[in-house]
Each structure stands twice: as C-alpha cells, then as structure tokens.
C-alpha cells in the first residue's frame, strides 16, 4: 500500500506513520516542517494553511490517504479536491465532539451533529471545524471517505499532556486527589489502536462513512486508570478518594484541572458513553489500559519526563497549591 499521510510527526499522525512503516508500506508525509517525521518516509514540505500551501502535492498518487487536520474546513476542503483523483480511499481522523454537548448516554454515529460549513475559513469553534471538514471530505471522496470519529486519545506520544499529567502526580508521590467514583467508567482510544483500524479500514475497504472510534465505555475505570500509573511508576503515591460534589464544589475544574475526568452526568455521558457497535463490527480491538499507561510512561522518560509546551494551550493538570487547599478544607 502506498500511504499518504498530512500531518504524521506528531501524536495521532506519528502513530499512523509508525504502524503503516511497521506493515511494509510506502508512506509520504505532508508537513510544515516544524518536526521530524518517523526514518523510512518520503517527506513533502508545505503549510496548507499559507497560498500556494499545497503546492507539494500537485504530482503523485497513492492507495490511500489519512488526515488529522484540526484547523479550517476550507483547508481540507482544498487537499481533498487536489487529491480526490489521484488517492484511493480517505480515513480522515475526526472527532465525536461534532455531536451536540450534551449528548444522551448511547449516542451512535447518527446522532445530531453541529452546524458546519466545509467552506468556512476560520477554526474558532473545534465542533464545527472538524464537522465543516468531515462535509468537506466527503464532498470530494464519496463513498470512499471514512469518517473515524475520535473522543478521548491516550498513548505514547500524547502532546495534549492529560495521561502524563497523571503520572508525573503520581510519581511524586505522597496523597493524590482522586476524583470518585473509584468505578467510573472510562471511553477512550490508544492511538496506537486508532491508527491499527485506520489502516485496517483503509486496506480492507470497509463501508465509508462515520465510526464512533473509541472503546467500549467501562474499558477501563478510573480507578483501573490510577491504579496502573501507580504501578508503572512504582511510586509511594497514596490515592485518597474524593466524592464527585466535594471536588466540584471546591472549584477545581474535571478535564482540565483532573484530566480524562468528568464527574457522572450529561457531560460523562457525552464522553464516555457512546456507542461503538460500528466500530466493533470493523475490527476495533482495544489494548489494556496497563498496556497504554506502562508505554506512556516510557515515552514520557525517553523525552525526560515531562510533555513539552503545546502552543495556544494551557497545559492540564491540578496546582500542588490547590491540590493542598482541597485537603486543608
């Protein structure tokens, strides 16, 4: 198979490119240039965002295509008409947040989604930005356009910071806040397993359209989730349980402040409840949580322990000074 991949040094991207390298596939990277892609790619340099952005894409021709792009529709809109004649199949790698918020616990892939445009120029609204983008991709490829349909993402590679977050606490140690339910059930996908039915999907043809691609809600818990960074850091870290209503009500904020946690309700089960029969029946298998934390967290020490600074984003993650203000009321 001949891939071609926008994006690709980072995160998602990055774990396309390895799993497609790892399959013996010839692969091409589109990027701006800011970081290195995986050895073993060909290398096409361009900002889609800029005019004259896509200019390194004008010749070639490839089995497949694979997207991740986050920013406005029109861009997207823009490589899949340049490319719709001359790549096979599309798997552009969208977002389940193009549902409404809240969404009822059990939504599948027809469920409302926001309004969107794929001529719209600006990204200010994530939702419709990766909706306009989906409209716009499947304007150009058809039938032959699958749309994976993300939530939450964990794994090596992680730039987003939520699961390093976790395990940097944890390995310091001491008594950890704990967001409860201890038995909270968690939805998410380990990129590497994104990227494993992406591939998939891409070389055995499945039917186009959308697939919610995550896993099956209860795959893990939070506190499977702790319990596993604990282990892998073999820190003296103690969990100390909190009820959801005492942690909101000290003004600490789930999601950003307590990454990947939502307290139950509306917002959990937008998240962490949706249905992924589709997906399933396509092949979607999901690692082990251990799995997902154990490799983690040797990326996380390979890069020194600590995720860089993400552009135009606040890193995740709970103060000390306020994780000890919660204990001291």
């Known amino acids: 198979m001949k891939l ?3 994006g690709g040094t980072e995160f998602v991207g990055r774990s396309v490119v390895e799993e497609a390298l790892a399959r013996g596939w010839q692969v091409t990277v589109f990027h701006r240039g800011n970081s290195a892609p995986p050895p073993g790619v060909e290398v096409r340099i361009g900002d889609r965002s800029a005019p004259g952005g896509l200019a390194a894409l004008e010749d070639g021709t490839w089995d497949a295509v694979v997207d991740t792009w986050k920013g406005a529709p029109a861009a997207a809109r823009d490589a899949a008409r340049l490319l719709s004649g001359r790549v096979g199949r599309h798997v552009y790698v969208s977002s389940r947040s193009v549902h409404p918020v809240p969404s009822a616990a059990g939504l599948d892939e027809n469920g409302p989604v926001v309004d969107a445009s794929p001529d719209d120029t600006t990204a200010d609204d994530y939702a419709r930005a990766k909706r306009g983008a989906e409209l716009a991709i499947q304007e150009a490829f ?23 977050w976790w395990l940097g ?44 691609l995550v896993s099956p809600t209860g795959h893990a818990t939070m506190g499977e989730l702790l319990d596993a960074c604990i282990r892998v850091t073999g820190a003296d870290a103690e969990l100390r349980w909190a009820d959801p209503e005492a942690v909101t009500a000290a003004g600490i904020e789930p999601w950003t402040e307590l990454p990947v946690w939502l307290p139950p309700g509306e917002l959990h089960d937008t998240l962490h409840r949706g249905d992924v029969t589709k997906a399933l029946a396509t092949g979607l298998r999901c690692r082990p949580v251990a799995e997902t934390v154990a490799d983690t967290w040797e990326w996380l020490r390979s890069i020194g322990g600590a995720v860089p600074a993400y552009p135009g984003r606040p890193a995740p993650g709970l103060s000390p000074e306020k994780e000890a203000a919660f204990w001291a009321a």
Not at 147 to 159: I, K, M
């Open 4 to 6: 071609l991949m926008l």
């Open 169 to 212: 606490r944890l390995a310091r140690g001491g008594p950890v806040l704990a967001p409860g339910p201890r038995d909270l059930p968690l939805q998410y996908i380990d990129a590497r397993d994104l990227a494993r039915w992406s591939l998939d999907a891409l070389h055995d043809g499945i039917p186009g359209g959308a697939y919610n």
């Open 142 to 164: 058809g039938d032959r356009a699958v749309l994976a349909r993300a939530g939450l993402v964990l794994g090596p590679y992680e730039n987003v910071g939520r699961l390093p």
